[in-house]
């Protein structure tokens, strides 16, 4: 079986400062891993995805994660926080790549200080 | 970019009401999914859809949850009787083949 957890279910930063939003992961097999950022009355969209290449992924919006498989981690890191950036974040692990059947974690509420 | 649309944006029913909800999904896909998030707990599984058949299912999605693609473009989960507990955010999703899943906006369902 897979789960996630994300550790800290609200994180506030100020504007400008470094995000960072921790997930740690279980999986039997080599896990495929997703970030998705959800704004306020929107769905879900994906921010980065790791499967299996680099380990260090980029995504949209300044935003990017590393896989580190000695910690089955996936820790979602941004250099400098935006007013924007405010939303709910969601990590999700998944067996294959295609098909997939996602297992999130329970989500960190970003929080942006000005 | 194509969108993957869900109606209504919410919806209110009474307890043991049948109620339907719909979803487009992106035109091209192939697989399509349905998950739930109860207020303040995860995003959940609930099944996923593969040519015209239930490919996969999760414990939530009892009997008394039911989905269709009755046409080249709906995708709809019905709740045939429904309870307090299944008072949630409905996200439908879809996929080509390789993903990423692409997420609608949700339908807010309150059963009271």
């Known amino acids: 079986a897979q789960s996630v957890t994300q550790l800290g279910s609200h994180v506030s930063v100020s504007e400008g400062a470094l995000v960072l939003l921790r997930c740690n992961y279980s999986?039997?097999?080599?896990?495929?891993l997703f970030w998705y950022v959800q704004y306020p009355n929107q769905g879900l969209q994906l921010l980065l995805k790791?499967?299996?290449?680099?380990?260090l992924v980029k995504g949209i919006n300044g935003f990017e994660a590393e896989f580190k498989k000695s910690e089955t981690s996936f820790h979602l890191t941004k250099p400098s926080a935006h007013m924007s950036d405010a939303a709910e974040y969601f990590c999700?692990?998944?067996?294959?790549?295609?098909?997939?059947?996602?297992?999130f974690g329970q989500g960190t509420r970003l929080t942006i200080n000005p | 970019e194509p969108e993957v649309t869900q109606t209504p944006s919410h919806q209110v029913t009474q307890m043991g009401q049948e109620v339907i909800l719909r979803c487009v999904p992106i035109?091209?896909?192939?697989?399509f999914y349905w998950y739930r998030q109860i207020l303040g707990q995860k995003v959940e599984f609930l099944v996923s859809?593969?040519?015209?058949?239930?490919?996969?299912k999760s414990e939530i999605f009892d009997d008394q949850f039911s989905v269709e693609r009755p046409d080249g473009s709906n995708f709809t989960l019905k709740i045939r009787s429904t309870k307090l507990e299944d008072s949630a955010m409905y996200f439908c999703?879809?996929?080509?083949?390789?993903?990423?899943?692409?997420f609608g906006n949700g339908t807010r369902l309150t059963v009271t």
């Open positions: 859809f593969y040519n015209n058949e239930i490919s996969e």
């Open positions: 999700a692990v998944s067996r294959i790549q295609g098909a997939q059947k996602l297992v």
């Open positions: 999986s039997s097999v080599p896990p495929y």
């Open positions: 035109s091209n896909h192939l697989y």
């Open positions: 999703a879809s996929l080509d083949r390789e993903g990423p899943l692409h």
């Open positions: 790791y499967t299996s290449a680099a380990t």
